[in-house]
C-alpha cells in the first residue's frame, strides 16, 4: 500500500464527496406548492425546525411549484421532513423530502455563488440562459430578489441580476425559453416595477452585446 503522492487526488476526491453529502442531508425538497407562493411564505413554514441557510424558490409557468430550503444541520433537515411531510398548505398536499443528488452540484464546493444575484444553482435548477433582456430604470434599491418577483409575471425566470454602473441601476433576467422573453418585452416593458423602498416606471430590452465592464453588482446574502 502506497502512502506516497498519488494517495492526495483520492483523499481529495474523498473529502469533496464527504462536504457534498453533508449538504444534501442539510437540504430538502418542497414540491407541490402553490404558484404563486413566496419566499416568505415558505420561511415561514419552517423557520421553527431550524436555523434556514438557504431558500430557492421554483415557481414555473405551470403549476405546481417547488422549492429547496438548506438548513444548517441534517437533524433540522429530518424535524422538517417528520414536520411538513402531507401538511395541508393552502389547499395542498406538501411533498416533503431529502434533496438528492440527481439534482446536481455545483462545480463549487462550499460557499455558493446562487441564484438571483449572478449565481450558480447548487441544485443544478436555477441556469444562465440565451433568452435574456436587459432591464433599465429600476431604482437604486433594487435587489436581484425583487427584479426576479417582478420578471416571473411574464415566465419562468431562470436567473436575475442587479447592478450599477453610469447609467444608473439595470438588470439582467434570462428566461427559460424564447416565447417567454419576447413576451416579457411586450408585457413588462414600461410597467411600473415596486419594490418595499421605491417605485419606478422600467424599460425592458432584449439584451445584445457584452456588458463585461466592471459592475458593483447587487447580491443579497
Known sequence: ????????????????????????????????????????????????????????LKNPPRPPGYCFVEFESSRDADNAIRGRDGYNFDGHRLRVELAHGGRGQSSS????????????????VSHRSEYRVVVRGLPSSASWQDLKDHMRKAGDVCFAQVFRDGDGTMGLVDYTNYDDMKYAIRKLDDSEFRNPFSTSYIRVRSYEGSMSRSRSQSREP
Open 1 to 56: 500500500m502506497s502512502n506516497g503522492a498519488g494517495g492526495a487526488p483520492f483523499l481529495a476526491l474523498l473529502s469533496i464527496e464527504s462536504i457534498m453529502s453533508g449538504h444534501l442531508s442539510r437540504t430538502i425538497y418542497v414540491g407541490n406548492l402553490p404558484i404563486d407562493t413566496r419566499e416568505s411564505e415558505i420561511e415561514d413554514l419552517f423557520y421553527k425546525y431550524g436555523r434556514i441557510v438557504e431558500i430557492e
Open 109 to 124: 464546493i462550499g460557499r455558493s455563488n446562487g441564484y438571483g444575484s449572478g449565481r450558480g444553482s447548487k441544485y443544478g
